[in-house]
T-cell receptor
């Protein structure tokens, strides 16, 4: 069953802690993305990667970090430097290359700071 | 960079009526315009997309139109049904498989 999987579905973090959100895809996609969703704000780009071992900052990268050591995986770390981390986080992937194509989304991780 | 504006933010229609959601984009280089539907608590899913070399595309009750000159595109849903109730997002991206830039979403409610 092909797709993109995020884990965990719900995550609680204490203030001052780093947490890592997992994103795995078996679609053989080159490009992967992290978006943050807040009510009334749409989807805002945090980081993206168009190829293994390379990634770029999006519009709201401050307080976040990523790695892309494997084609299938693109984990997102929310660091203690992120002042307002409570949000719904969506990972996505697309085929990549020179032609824009559909982005497929994972089911999301809802992060809450307690 | 690209900026996408979406209107309205909320829309209520009677079942069977049509719904129209409009988006504008800022960068004339953008060439790919998808629409996503997100049901409550679920992931966004593509419902239709259009490329800049096409002015209109239809898929059953859903259609998208693109006006490159005015830099706006619209989603049209005809014969709305309660299951069409969801949040709809428009997006745009530029050549080179750059990341999608999303509008802020429209919450559509179809009243039976």
């Amino acid at each position: 069953d092909g797709g993109i999987t995020q884990s965990p579905k719900y995550l609680f973090r204490k203030e001052g802690q780093n947490v890592t959100l997992s994103c795995e895809q078996n679609l053989n996609h080159d490009a992967m993305y992290w978006y943050r969703q807040d009510p009334g704000q749409g989807l805002r780009l945090i980081y993206y990667s168009q190829i293994v071992n390379d990634f770029q900052k999006g519009d709201i990268a401050e307080g976040y970090s990523v790695s892309r050591e494997k084609k299938e995986s693109f984990p997102l770390t929310v660091t203690s430097a992120q002042k307002n981390p409570t949000a719904f986080y969506l990972c996505a992937s697309s085929i990549g290359g020179s032609v824009n194509t559909e982005a497929f989304f994972g089911q999301g991780t809802r992060l809450t700071v307690v | 960079g690209e900026n996408v504006e979406q209107h309205p933010s909320t829309l209520s229609v009677q079942e069977g009526d049509s719904a129209v959601i409009k988006c504008t984009y800022s960068d004339s280089a953008s060439n790919y315009f998808p629409w996503y539907k997100q049901e409550l608590g679920k992931r966004p899913q593509l419902i239709i997309d259009i490329r800049s070399n096409v002015g209109e595309k239809k898929d059953q009750r859903i259609a998208v139109t693109l006006n490159k000159t005015a830099k706006h595109f619209s989603l049209h849903i005809t014969e709305t049904q309660p299951e069409d109730s969801a949040v709809y997002f428009c997006a745009a991206s530029m050549p080179g498989n750059t990341p999608l830039v999303f509008g802020k979403g429209t919450r559509l409610s179809v009243i039976a």
